[in-house]
């Protein structure tokens, strides 16, 4: 099946040549629709009981799905699955058809059907249109096996689009979830006029170090920062390639007219460091947070008084 990064994106992305290449997949041939169309009066009639029984096995296997709570989910799925079944006996299996078998894929997604409560119903519906096609063969069992067998590989081609949908969208879920979380773990806090500061905790990779820099430029452009801390207390381990990334955040800060403070670095971090030969001349740290702040606060010309009329804590 063909990779997908967005379930929409697979939409337009369907063309001729795409659409021939998956029929070879399962060894379609111009003789399948023959033998397909031969069956049309077969399963024309029982399209609607075929759909029902689809959604009634699925729903006897994952009765939690979304699809099965929400009544005009699961019409307009039973509505899109009689089209299907109808429109697998038409004999036309170009872009419009592998379009819809797309759209039907979007709709279990929404529905949050398992896909392999999906499988088994899929597997259940060939076994009854088998059972259907075999029953009105009477003599000609021979011609209807071929016939179902044609049937068949249109079944793996649809199953093949459908499937790819539903991976799509479980990808395009996953990758929000990370981003979501990435923005969570590198949060900037502005916490005085023109003063940013960002703490960073866990492992720092090199995707968290670009998503780290990008987050802290745009504060500093939407805030009008002139100062950045960078606590990095809770980082147990930096190698050389985000000890890099970072010293190229600073110089990215100071090109946006922003000082950036690196605070936290630990023993074992610092030790590293100097162990790895990384040129660290260009970053102002200090030894901890209160003392980046400080020496922050006095950057931008701030001075803490003590009121000694106030009453000790």
Do not use: C, W
Not at 104 to 123: C, E, H, I, K, T
Not at 194 to 219: H, Y
Not at 252 to 271: E, H, W
Request: a negative charge; aromatic letters at 6%; proline letters at 3%.
């Amino acid at each position: 099946m063909a990779a997908a990064t967005d379930a929409p994106g697979l939409l337009h992305q369907l063309d001729e040549q795409d659409i021939d290449r998956r029929k070879r997949f399962v060894g379609f041939a111009p003789e399948d629709i023959q033998r397909i169309v031969k069956i049309r009066p077969v399963i024309e009639p029982k399209a609607e009981e075929l759909a029902d029984a689809f959604f009634e096995f699925m729903r006897s296997v994952d009765d939690s799905a979304q699809l099965f709570r929400k009544p005009n989910l699961l019409a307009e799925g039973k509505r899109l699955k009689q089209a299907h079944i109808l429109s697998m006996v038409q004999g036309q299996y170009g872009v419009p058809y592998a379009q819809e078998r797309l759209e039907l894929g979007l709709l279990y997604s929404r529905g949050g059907l398992d896909v392999r409560a999906f499988l088994g119903a899929y597997n259940e519906l060939l076994r009854l249109i088998g059972i259907l096609i075999m029953h009105q063969a009477g003599a000609a069992q021979d011609d209807a096996f071929h016939n179902f067998t044609s049937l068949k590989k249109l079944a793996f081609f649809d199953l093949g689009l459908i499937i790819d949908v539903l991976i799509a969208e479980r990808e395009r879920v996953i990758s929000a979830q990370q981003d979501a979380i990435r923005a969570l773990s590198t949060p900037v806090l502005q916490v005085r006029d023109r003063m940013l500061v960002l703490p960073i905790i866990g492992i720092i990779d090199t995707q968290r170090a670009k998503q780290l820099t990008e987050s802290l430029l745009l504060a500093i452009r939407a805030n009008r920062a002139k100062v950045a801390v960078m606590d990095i207390t809770g980082v147990a381990a930096v190698d050389s390639k985000v000890a890099n990334h970072l010293i190229q955040t600073v110089a990215a800060a100071r090109l946006m007219g922003a000082r950036v403070i690196v605070t936290g670095l630990s023993a074992d971090v610092a030790q590293a460091l100097v162990a790895l030969g990384v040129d660290l001349s260009a970053i102002n740290t200090a030894g901890d947070l209160q003392g980046g702040l400080e020496e922050a606060e006095q950057i931008l010309g701030y001075r803490v008084v003590r009121d000694h009329d106030a009453a000790p804590a």
